[in-house]
């Protein structure tokens, strides 16, 4: 707990480097634009939002019955359907299908999931090369690092930062514009997408009644990675079902618009299986690990359990004021912000990431831009009860908040000592709101002293 909680601490000073603030800064300013025009193109916003959290609420009033029918109709296609308790078993499986088929190359589209498993990892100790595909998850695995963003893997970087690393790594020339960054990329995946065995996506969501991965993406990448390689691995979490085909047009123009402000992504796909007996296109062998890891406990936590509807649109990222300052790395965990603030109590060990909860001014931006209307600013002071009820807070912790809630719960105990006094314990307190705000000094007598004595 100490450790992970530290590790936040130490990370937060970034906050206070101007360079990245400045990146993430505009970064984020582009979104907010793209988001205030894609939004005008609702009728009626709101009414969406609700459609959207009634039908995710319903899958989780009836999670098994849906994920049982998903079952039964991608396996009557022609996958195969594994279930994962937990990263290990995930992994298990993955690995025995690769030293199945002799892979030696995995091509993969952007999943989230993968990285909460440690995919790449993973399979590299089988010698097996794992290639990110996304733009994004290609520049950040390059430069050896982790996803900053749900949705925007290298919201940290500057197009100068990108310019510079590809030249290190590939020689490219120093002053590239982004177009020919892109297209240069474009370029070596190509390579891989021909040549690689195993493609591996996630899944925006799995469609029960019809069996299908519904993929939504800019890039066509997740499309190079089904059509290609000639096993298909799907890596999804048990949340991702939604009851219909139906629902498609409400999901995907939502989570396109509260992720990138765009009416519709560039490619909207619904991957029905593998390849059949006619058809020229597609995975040969396609294997669905559905994964809990912590889901369940998620699941059965009472009020918590509505942060299952996140869509991954990554609009709370954008919209929270924290993580605007101290940024993806800081959360040290692989969903940041105010989802995975919520959610990763539950995935992992609770008092190792309960701090994340504390990391939140409870502004409620968070709330107002979700798709699927998880109250998240009231869940996060849910994981603060339910952190103060389990009494895992330090000793001195406990008894300061004790003694500061005595002080604060009647006015006359704070009139009961002078300014004098209340100055010299602020000093003793050694920077009570840190090291970079300085306290004024307080006045001798309060103001409701002052203004009693006036009348």
Known sequence: M?????????????????????????????????LAAGQKRYINLELAKSRAAYIKQKVLNNL???????????????????WARDAEEAIGHIKKNISENGAKLVVKSKSMVTEEIGFNEEVEQLGVKSIETDLGEFI????????????????HKSKKDVAELFTNNFSTPKNATAAELTGFVRQELRKKFTSADFGVTGANFLVA?????????????GLMSVSFPKTHIVLAGIERVIPSIEDLPLFFPLLSTLGTGQQLSAYNSLVLGPKKTNEADGSEKMVVILLDNGRTNLYNSGEQSQALKCLRCGAC???????????GYTYNTTYSGPIGSVITPFLGEFKDYKHLSFACTVCGKCTETCPVKIPLHELLLKNRQQSAEGK????????????????????SRLDGVGGNVKNAALKISMHPFGKKKEIPPLAKSSFSKQWNNKK
């Open 2 to 34: 100490a450790a992970q909680k530290e590790i936040f601490l130490k990370k937060s000073k970034i906050a206070f480097d101007l360079k990245h603030r400045k990146t993430i800064g505009h970064n984020i300013s582009k979104y907010d634009e793209a």
């Open 64 to 82: 098994a019955d849906y994920l049982a029918q998903f079952e039964k109709n991608i396996t009557a296609k022609g996958a195969t359907v594994l």
């Open 140 to 155: 950040v695995q390059e430069a050896g690092e982790k996803p900053y963003h749900i949705l925007t893997p290298a919201m």
């Open 209 to 221: 009644d019809v069996g299908g991965i519904g993929l939504t993406e800019n890039e066509g990448n």
């Open 317 to 327: 990222l954008n919209a929270c004021p924290i993580y605007k300052n101290v940024g």
């Open 392 to 411: 895992q807070e330090p000793f001195l912790w406990d008894m300061g908040m004790k003694a500061y809630g005595y002080m604060f719960n009647k006015r």
